[in-house]
């Protein structure tokens, strides 16, 4: 059994305590029987209480003393153990002398129990709890390089990168994209980003994948710094804590990009957005939490302090005179000339203004100017001589050059006053340029504002003086050049940060509001296919057609006229810029409505040439009220699917041909009436123009029941159609909305993924069949099959013809010889698609 501590009782000790403790809760117990025995039957059921009491007690002191033995004959229980029993039989024995109403005797055990150390106890205990720490310290400090504080920053570290890792939504992928960055060898060039082999060797190297770096920066973990031959990506504040926070959690990044992609769609996908907003949300990174910028801090190991301590007392010794009486100062050559290194703070060695190698101090060897970069903070001075008491011409030498005390703060960077100990204060940094409208944290602490302003001025340098650079005359001129209007530009700006896009209808630029949801609006298009011409815009094809971003020379023209505004050198102009055509674009843009097409671009299947119509045979129908104006939204959000998207003929099941209704222009003007979003949902749904099944139960009587008796959220949704929402049945539904287009070819019975047959089988809680469910008089199934009496298997029907523009009559022919208007052709609900 191990020893006991100084100061508490032996184990025997706890057993005599124990043992005795016990013996007055028995005792207790049998005065408190005894009275039971020896009362009247008129008190009987209070005594009964008291004894019931004591005996409870004295039975735990009993067991307490018992079990006090057992671990005392046990070499593997502590004495704590033992004394724990003894002290809780004491207490159960005072409690059944209280309950028994006899004299708390037991109360005198406590004092063998609680003996009071002596002086000379209590400092051997002190002195060995602060040995055990110390021998407890100093192994830490051999396994981990860190003090207390920085360890405890360390394991703050982690468990903030548990937190906010796996928000980041990364793969492993992304983690070597920033180490390529950190190691200062990653550069954009042709459209590619690589990491050079040497550092200021813009060429060649090995490729680094493309979408992650566009990612990256986008999301604003790296920054392009343009130079002569490249641009060069670094990591901004925010990249280097996320980066920081990565390789301590690797286990929160996902496996794979696909993993990443579901894992960003799940959390940023609402009910209420459309399904490519939800796409286009999950393909952007998010950045960093903010309050990860706050909370996180590089730890410090003691290697770091024991430089930073003798750079403390080479410092203050340089400041107060660097002399000593009675110690020969030593004096350096005087060709040398010495400058201060903004990354370790030592003033060290230069030849032709570049710092000699030396061995960074403060952070990792990529960012320290002694591997070969020029300091751009201090301005070098030359060595100084010795320095002799009783020179008096010192005070004629010319003023010192101002030190960083003295600089102003740079635009943007700010100090912030950190936590300060007994024998210092510290500060850190933050700009409100990495991230905007967030004043975001810099990594790093200093102790002194010359340090921190060196610091903010090596940011500034990196992340922000390229775009505060005065322009030169050669830009001013260029600026010149390139006269963009305010509009021109804001189209530019859609370009890079919104979807610019070409439709039949025109030119739209989607989602172009940011403090407003799911705002487009329509561009001009001469003003498109002039920025095209000039080579400020390139065409891109995807899934959904074509869009339209900057290209490298727009990106350039665009920055270099932010630039230019924001120093007051060139406002936009009043019109619209007409600008020089390429020599490969002055043939004009194709545009798409008027079914043109790029070089290379191929026609889709659907998209026959106009040469072939077969009009399809419509039925006389009643004129259709005028498409409003803005019905041409319905073309780009709800546009027919593709012809290569149809289901192959061998799925075709067999058709089921139901009776079309024919709407009358009273029905007409109530299609008319409803709301754009709600007429595109019931175009959708086919309830347009639903076919009622025969019912035993008349129009009055469901009327009254729908008023009375459906809830209040049936209704409102019923009010929103033009026949309804909930009364209609799968089966009553109508005519697709490609068929009300006259485009019956992209039938969406013809279509992969349409409406197919089911068995008409009611199925239970559990998933069983409980009862088939016939609806209608020919037992067909109760599924919707559009009612166009158009073919839904078999070849597909050739697509209609587009209408062609008359042309204008001759000025000599009679007006009466013009063409006569054509009235308006009927099943058209949606005019504005085709």
């Known amino acids: 059994m191990p020893q006991t501590e100084t100061g508490e009782p032996t184990p025997q000790t706890c057993l005599q305590v124990a043992r005795q403790a016990a013996e007055l809760a028995v005792a207790a117990a049998d005065e408190a029987t005894n009275a039971v025995c020896r009362s009247r039957s008129g008190n009987t059921a209070h005594l009964e209480e008291v004894m019931y009491a004591a005996d409870r007690e004295a039975a735990e002191a009993e067991r307490h003393a018992a079990r006090a033995e057992d671990y005392a004959a046990d070499p593997e229980m502590p004495d704590r153990a033992v004394i724990y029993c003894a002290r809780e039989a004491v207490d159960r024995a005072v409690r059944a002398q209280e309950a028994a109403g006899v004299e708390a005797t037991a109360t005198a055990l406590r004092a063998a129990l609680e003996r009071k150390l002596t002086p000379q106890e209590h400092a051997e205990r002190e002195t060995a709890r602060r040995r055990e720490e110390a021998q ?26 548990e937190e906010y890792v796996p928000e980041l939504g990364w793969t492993a992928g992304h983690v070597r994209v920033l180490e390529a960055a950190e190691t200062g060898r990653l550069y954009w060039r042709d459209g590619q980003a690589r990491q050079a082999a040497r550092r200021g060797v813009w060429d060649g190297g090995r490729k680094v994948h493309r979408e992650r770096t ?32 990565a390789r301590l959690h690797p286990a929160a990044l996902y496996e794979s990009d696909q993993a990443a992609y579901e894992a960003r769609y799940a959390r940023v996908a609402k009910r209420h957005d459309r399904s490519d907003d939800k796409k286009e949300a999950a393909r952007r990174l998010p950045p960093l939490d903010p309050s990860a910028l706050r909370l996180y801090q590089r730890p410090v190991t003691l290697v770091e302090q024991e430089a930073r301590a003798a750079r403390e007392a080479i410092e203050q010794w340089e400041d107060e005179g660097g002399y000593c009486p009675g110690v020969p100062t030593p ?21 032709s203004g570049v710092l000699v190698p030396h061995k960074p101090t403060r952070t990792a060897a990529d960012d320290c100017p002694g591997s070969g970069l020029r300091p751009g903070v201090e301005t070098p001075c030359p060595a100084v001589e010795p320095r002799v008491e009783d020179a008096p011409a010192a005070a004629a030498e010319a003023a010192p050059a101002p030190g960083a005390d003295e600089l102003p703060w740079p635009p943007g960077v700010r100090p912030v006053s950190l936590m300060s100990t007994h024998y210092r204060d510290w500060w850190g940094l933050e700009c409100t340029r990495c991230v905007p409208g967030v004043s975001a944290p810099l990594p790093g602490k200093w102790d002194s504002t010359g340090d921190a302003r060196l610091a903010a001025y090596a940011h500034y340098d990196d992340a922000h003086r390229p775009a505060d650079d005065v322009l030169t005359e050669q830009e001013i001129a260029e600026v010149e050049r390139w006269p963009l209007s305010a509009a021109q530009r804001t189209v530019l700006s859609w370009a890079r940060h919104a979807e610019l896009r070409e439709y039949d209808d025109g030119f739209w630029a989607l989602d172009c509001v940011p403090d407003r949801w799911d705002v487009n609006k329509k561009v001009a298009r001469a003003r498109v296919t002039g920025l095209w011409a000039a080579g400020l815009l390139d065409v891109r094809l995807d899934s959904s057609g074509r869009y339209l971003v900057p290209s490298q020379e727009g990106r350039r023209v665009a920055r270099l006229l932010r630039r230019a505004k924001r120093q007051g050198v060139a406002e936009p102009a009043a019109k619209d810029a007409r600008l020089a055509p390429l020599p490969k674009r002055s043939s004009g843009y194709p545009l798409q409505s008027e079914g043109r097409y790029f070089k290379g671009e191929e026609r889709p299947e659907g998209d026959p040439a106009p040469a072939e119509p077969v009009p399809a045979p419509v039925a006389a129908e009643p004129p259709v009220a005028t498409a409003r104006a803005d019905q041409p939204l319905l073309r780009r959000l709800f546009a027919p699917r593709a012809a290569h998207e149809q289901r192959p003929e061998h799925g075709v099941p067999a058709v089921i041909r139901r009776p079309q209704r024919t709407l009358t222009p009273e029905e007409y003007g109530v299609v008319q009436g409803t709301p754009l979003l709600n007429l595109q949902a019931a175009l959708i749904m086919g309830i347009v123009d639903p076919v009622p099944n025969a019912s035993p139960m008349p129009e009055e009587a469901g009327e009254w029941v729908r008023r009375h008796v459906w809830p209040e959220h049936f209704q409102a949704i019923e009010r929103k159609y033009p026949w309804g929402f909930n009364r209609w ?21 013809r279509q992969s993924g349409g409406p197919t047959v089911d068995g008409n089988w009611v199925h239970g809680l559990d998933g069983r069949t409980v009862a088939p469910l016939i609806l209608r008089p020919g037992d ?3 599924v919707w099959w559009c009612r166009c009496s158009c073919p839904k298997d078999g070849p597909v029907p050739a697509r209609p013809a587009k209408k062609q523009k008359a042309a204008p009559p001759a000025a000599s022919a009679p007006a009466a010889t013009a063409t006569p208007a054509r009235a308006p052709e009927p099943e058209v609900l949606q005019a504005a698609l085709w």
């Open 729 to 749: 049945a799968t089966c009553e539904r109508g005519t697709c909305w490609n068929c009300l287009s006259r485009r019956c070819d992209l039938c969406v019975h």
């Open 331 to 351: 004096a350096p050559a005087t060709e040398e000339v010495t400058a201060r290194c903004p990354c370790c703070g030592l003033r060290k060695v230069t030849v």
């Open 136 to 161: 407890q310290e100093a192994e830490e400090r051999a396994a981990t390089g860190m003090d207390s504080d920085n360890r405890h920053q360390t394991f703050m570290n982690r468990f903030y990168a």
């Open 780 to 782: 067909e199934p109760c």
């Open 214 to 245: 566009q990612a990256l920066h986008a999301a604003g973990f790296l920054v392009a710094v343009q130079d002569a031959e490249a641009r060069m990506l670094t990591l901004t504040p925010m990249g280097q804590v996320a980066l920081a926070l």
